[in-house]
């Protein structure tokens, strides 16, 4: 089973709103990564938040991460057109070192 | 520099079948991760190879097998394909034992 789920599983909002995406996920992490993936290319990895981090931003991203809820969140501002893809949260824990545990992901659709 | 390249692009199969796919990490990485990524659903670990030794497994059977070669390089093999083998293989690779973030553009097999 995945360890992260993603929620909404797809999102429809016009250009210039803001996009929110949540992830939940269930063991205890090293880290959790956000990637987007547009129609069904390679993955491309957005941002990186550490277990003792709670924010992290990157030009339009803002993600969160809320360990005791075993939560996070990935905020895109001022959406544009080329932002719709899929989204995906992953995390690496601390058995199986070389592996990252993906959701199922958020598909997001930006309506010019 | 070359990014994580992945050989071939597109794969059409017949079920029964054997299958190769390839992986070229970024330069100076050592580390090969594989995934798979059924439509609809996010990416799943099979393999982590570093240093030519295999370091993880995922939940995948024994058809499923992998290799790293001294340069690094890495090549997936499908034994006796089944049409449920049809997804997105995605290689990525890093430097160390820990996760690779930086993904190919992936093969997409597909299982006839």
């Known amino acids: 089973s995945q360890q992260g789920e993603e929620d909404p599983q797809a999102l429809s909002i016009q250009e210039g709103e803001n996009a929110t995406m949540n992830c939940s996920y269930k063991?205890?992490?090293?880290?959790l990564q956000w990637y987007r993936q547009n129609s069904g290319r390679g993955l491309v990895h957005l941002i990186l938040i550490r277990s003792n981090e709670r924010e992290k931003h990157s030009g339009r991203l803002r993600v969160t991460l809320d360990t005791s809820k075993k939560s996070s969140s990935l905020l895109i501002t001022a959406s544009r057109a080329a932002d719709t893809a899929s989204y995906f949260c992953a995390t690496d824990g601390n058995t199986n070192a070389g592996k990252s545990t993906f959701g199922d992901g958020t598909t997001l659709t930006v309506k010019p | 520099d070359a990014g994580v390249t992945q050989s071939p692009t597109h794969l059409i199969k017949t079920r029964g079948q054997h299958v190769t796919l390839r992986c070229s990490p970024i330069?100076?990485?050592?580390?090969v991760s594989w995934y798979q990524q059924v439509l609809g659903q996010g990416p799943q670990f099979i393999f982590q190879y570093y240093e030519k030794e295999e370091r993880g497994r995922g939940n995948f059977p024994d058809r499923f097998s992998a290799r790293q070669f001294p340069n690094y390089s890495s090549e997936l093999n499908v034994n006796a394909l089944l049409l449920g083998d049809s997804a997105l293989y995605l290689c990525?690779?890093?430097?160390?034992?820990?996760?690779?973030?930086?993904f190919g553009s992936g093969t997409r097999l597909t299982v006839v």
């Open positions: 990525a690779s890093s430097q160390g034992q820990f996760p690779g973030y930086t």
């Open positions: 063991t205890s992490i090293n880290n």
């Open positions: 330069s100076g990485h050592k580390s």
